[in-house]
């Protein structure tokens, strides 16, 4: 069988079951089954390959592109999901705890619509920003990304909210009606604080 030459770097490529590479050529491995690279490329890790702004396809390069993308990505739908699914979970709490018919219909409605956004599949929520963002604009963006994420993680906002709203003593909230506070004053400034520790843990 022919040599092949080696490369220029001290990388070793080993196919168990098949040949070796490195060093003079092509050679015999005689092993078992799998696939072992071994390889001193870290040192390529460096600041430059955090910091890079070149093209992203060409080797030597770095990751800056796809950093700033990803955070630009997750603070648009944080900015998004978490305070109106915050605010929405609130919303149902209160509808669920309230005397009058209407509201608890509400509340209900809102909480099966919540519970089937939690079993859309994302290929799902990516289709509908597709159509209701990118079409109009002409082009895709952060922003479309950013909310197609917003799609996703709005449901788990909403569900793992309302848990920790759950969890808040009923006790402080009578309390708080007892004194003559609206229940909005009491869902702002009483419930929502009580939770606050699970809801950031949560979201």
């Not at 963002?133 to 197609?148: C, E, I, N, T």
Request: glycine residues 12%.
């Amino acid at each position: 069988m022919a040599a092949v030459a080696a490369p220029e770097n001290d990388t070793a490529v080993t196919f168990y079951g098949g040949y070796r590479s490195g060093g003079s050529g092509l050679t015999d491995a005689n092993s078992g089954d799998g696939l072992t690279i071994e390889s001193s490329a870290a040192g390529a890790i460096s600041l430059d390959f955090f910091a890079s702004e070149g093209e992203p396809d060409l080797v030597g390069n770095g990751i800056k592109h796809a950093a700033v993308g990803t955070m630009i990505l997750v603070a648009t739908a944080c900015a998004v999901a978490i305070p109106f699914g915050v605010m929405t979970a609130l919303f149902i709490r209160e509808c669920a705890s309230s005397r009058r018919p209407l509201p608890r219909k509400v509340g209900g409605v809102l909480g099966a619509m919540t519970d089937m956004l939690l079993g859309v599949p994302s290929i799902v929520a990516g289709l509908v920003i597709a159509i209701a963002v990118v079409l109009p604009m002409g082009r895709f963006s952060a922003l479309a990304g950013g909310l197609s994420l917003a799609f996703v993680m709005y449901p788990i906002v909403v569900r793992s909210t309302d848990e920790m709203l759950r969890l808040v003593p009923h006790n402080q909230v009578e309390a708080a009606l007892a004194l003559g506070a609206p229940r909005w004053r009491v869902a702002w400034f009483v419930s929502l604080p009580a939770a606050r520790a699970g809801i950031r843990q949560l979201t």
